[in-house]
Structure formats: structure tokens, C-alpha cells
């Protein structure tokens, strides 16, 4: 694609369906009838093949230098919700939470949204609830991993599979040194992103707002 590249997750549910769109292909030219039938599946098979090669799709971006004190979308999509809540897993307290929704449309990959260590890191089996449902945050299979930033504040990512997201990915490593923008993970097929920072910080970002990974600052951290 131009000005896109494909992201390395993608290589074997590319490959399984191109063996699929082949194997139809030879059904279509090798059968005597040439029925209809077969084309229509060549041609939604085709389009499979297009739909997946898209979901592993990486834009070039060129994409600004993070300040210390920003939080920047993790991931593309819809902020679906700005909320006050206790975050039991880690800070068992009240935080600031932002939920971003990604669709089959966005870019998958997922992004550090600040710069720092990684403090905590933990992947949790669990249901497969539609993403904006208000309990797929903890009974969803998800992956929380914590960054605590240079000025010592800790803010919270968790990658939260859905109904079709079944497949969540992170490279995130117990004491590792990140930086903002960098790859945290990917959801295969679309899921939601929830980042979780002090009460207190601002907001940048309303609901209903779209946002890209690494390029919109959702909160500024008071240093």
C-alpha cells in the first residue's frame, strides 16, 4: 500500500487467507462451469484479503517529539469515555480514566503514551464482551502495563480484547526503559485502549473526539 507498511503481527493471518484467495482462484479457473457461485466467492474472498491486509496496516507518520508532561493517545480511534473511577488492579484508588475505541478501520498498533520504566506488567484471561462495555475494563481478557515517568508519576495502559479482538499482543518488559511513541503492543482486529493517570490532570481530549496513536495528547501531567 502507499505509505503504509504492514506490521510484523500480521504475517500469518495474511498468509492464511492468501492461501485461501488462491485456493478459490484455482476452483474458479479450473472449474468447466464457470459458475457464478465460484466468483462471488473469489470476489468476497478478495475482499478479505483486503480487509486483513488493512487491519495490519502501519501509516508513515512523522510524529512530534512527546514532552515530558504530555499523555498521548496510545492507539487510533474514538474517545468513547472521560471518567472518574477506582482503578482496582494496581492503583486501587480514584483515577482519571480514558477510554479510546478502536474499529476494524483503525490502525491496530498500540503506543507508550509517556516516557519512562515500565513498574508493572500483567495479562489477565477473561470474557469477550463487545469493547464499550462498562465491565469488559476488568472481565474482558486484557493486559495492564504500568509507565512511571521521569518526574515519578505512574500512568496505566490496558489493552482490552472484545467480541472480535481475540488476539492481544504486548512487548512490555518488567523494568524496561521506554519511550513515548514507541510500540507497546497490538490488538488484532480492533479492540479498546483505557489509560488511567492521576485525578487532578488536565484533560486535553472531550468525548466523541477521534484521536491518533502518537499524535493527540489526551491529558497534560502538572510537573
Not at 480511534?77 to 477510554?99: A, H, L, N, Q, W
Request: aromatic residues 10%; neutral net charge.
Amino acid at each position: 500500500m502507499f505509505g503504509y507498511s504492514i506490521h510484523k503481527e500480521g504475517g500469518a493471518s495474511i498468509a492464511w487467507v492468501s492461501l485461501l484467495l488462491i485456493l478459490v482462484c484455482l476452483l474458479v479457473f479450473l472449474s468447466q462451469s464457470g459458475s457464478w457461485l465460484l466468483w462471488l466467492l473469489l470476489g468476497l474472498c478478495f475482499c478479505l484479503w483486503l480487509l486483513v491486509v488493512s487491519f495490519f496496516r502501519i501509516p508513515q507518520r512523522t510524529y512530534l517529539e512527546a514532552g515530558d508532561s504530555s499523555i498521548m493517545a496510545p492507539a487510533d480511534g474514538r474517545v468513547v469515555d472521560i471518567t472518574e473511577m477506582e482503578e482496582p488492579e494496581y492503583f486501587k484508588t480514584v483515577c482519571t480514566r480514558i477510554s479510546v475505541f478502536m474499529s476494524a478501520s483503525n490502525v491496530h498498533v498500540n503506543r507508550y503514551p509517556v516516557s519512562g520504566k515500565v513498574v508493572y506488567s500483567c495479562y489477565h484471561p477473561g470474557k469477550f464482551l463487545v469493547a464499550w462495555h462498562e465491565k469488559s475494563s476488568v472481565t474482558n481478557e486484557h493486559n495492564t502495563v504500568v509507565i512511571r515517568t521521569v518526574d515519578g508519576t505512574d500512568v496505566l495502559v490496558r489493552q482490552i480484547a472484545g467480541a472480535v479482538a481475540r488476539r492481544i499482543v504486548s512487548y512490555a518488559e518488567p523494568e524496561a526503559e521506554v519511550k513515548a511513541l514507541d510500540e507497546l503492543g497490538f490488538i488484532k482486529f480492533g479492540s479498546r485502549v483505557d489509560v488511567f493517570f492521576p485525578v487532578g490532570t488536565r484533560v486535553c481530549v472531550r468525548e466523541g473526539q477521534k484521536v491518533r496513536g502518537g499524535l493527540d495528547v489526551l491529558a497534560e501531567i502538572s510537573i
